[in-house]
T-cell receptor, first 115, second 112 residues
């Protein structure tokens, strides 16, 4: 059974640009959530999608957005990149509808560097 | 504001030297607590879910426990392959939904 797949694994952008990251969940998983991981702040929740609907959102500015497609694949977009957006972006999928209904399976992440 | 604090930030152990990792939380409406392991360059890997104070779960050399204020991950006779960053996360109510609040992790190094 294939795991959570994130693309691209590494990317370098400059300030002011935008970036789109992609996540393919485990087959059959309908919930996808996104996290930002930095050495200073640790893992921080961005948003969660279930059946193409955003169910929950963390405390990030509107420059961070996401969506989910009918096949459960998800994308997140960051516009007008800032140096502080450099981080590992992790996607996780879950089979159930609630956080406690099943474990989260994480992808290996997309490492974004903003110059 | 919900907070999850892990200590120490880093821990170095000799192979076979047992120890405990601490995860303290100050949250309203704890619904559960997760432990994850993260290897360098990888995403976190699920270890345990604890739902209520007094609950314990074990897996190989690891045992997780939960009280009303904190959780411990006990590592018995660790091996070098146990070296990783260990993350805990509290599940709290967020309006009509729940959300995960992670600690910053504890980096464990086990020397042979």
């Amino acid at each position: 059974k294939a795991g959570v797949t994130q693309t691209p694994r590494y990317l370098i952008k400059t300030r002011g640009q935008q970036v789109t990251l992609s996540c393919s969940p485990i087959s059959g998983h309908r919930s996808v959530s996104w996290y930002q991981q930095t050495p200073g702040q640790g893992l921080q929740f961005l948003f969660e999608y279930f059946s193409e609907t955003q169910r929950n959102k963390g405390n990030f500015p509107g420059r961070f957005s996401g969506r989910q497609f009918s096949n459960s694949r998800s994308e997140m977009n960051v516009s007008t990149l800032e140096l502080g957006d450099s981080a590992l972006y992790l996607c996780a999928s879950r089979a159930g509808t609630g956080i406690l209904t099943g474990e989260l399976f994480f992808g290996e992440g997309s490492r974004l560097t903003v110059l | 504001e919900d907070q999850v604090t892990q200590s120490p930030e880093a821990l170095r152990l000799q192979e076979g030297e047992s120890s405990s990792l601490n995860c303290s939380y100050t949250v309203s409406g704890l619904r559960g607590l997760f432990w994850y392991r993260q290897d360098p360059g990888k995403g976190p890997e699920f270890l345990f879910t604890l739902y209520s104070a007094g609950e314990e779960k074990e897996k190989e050399r690891l045992k997780a426990t939960l009280t009303k204020k904190e959780s411990f991950l006990h590592i018995t006779a660790p091996k070098p392959e146990d070296s990783a960053t260990y993350l805990c996360a509290a599940v709290v109510l967020a309006g009509a939904n729940s959300k995960l609040t992670f600690g910053k992790g504890i980096t464990l190094s086990v020397r042979p």
